[in-house]
């Protein structure tokens, strides 16, 4: 999943647990492991004002679109 497009973007996300999340995408970041990425998330907030947002990992996503 190339969760880095989305960067700056509002989205709508489908996470696997059955929750909608709509949102500014703030942040991505890949994780890595012996200098290997192994896993991307990206930081999502109300909308470009709040100061707290979630962080949602590559596996916790069913589906994201950019709005």
């Not at 996300?13 to 492991?33: Q, S």
């Not at 200098?35 to 962080?55: H, T």
Request: charged content about 35%; some cysteine; proline content about 1%.
């Amino acid at each position: 999943m190339d969760l880095e497009k989305y960067l700056f973007k509002y989205v709508r996300v489908e996470t696997n647990y059955g929750e909608i999340i709509v949102g500014y995408v703030d942040m991505f970041c890949t994780a890595e492991e012996n200098e290997e990425p192994y896993l991307d998330s990206i930081g999502i907030i109300s909308n470009r004002a709040a100061r707290e947002g979630i962080e949602l990992d590559e596996s916790e996503i069913k589906s994201i679109e950019e709005i």
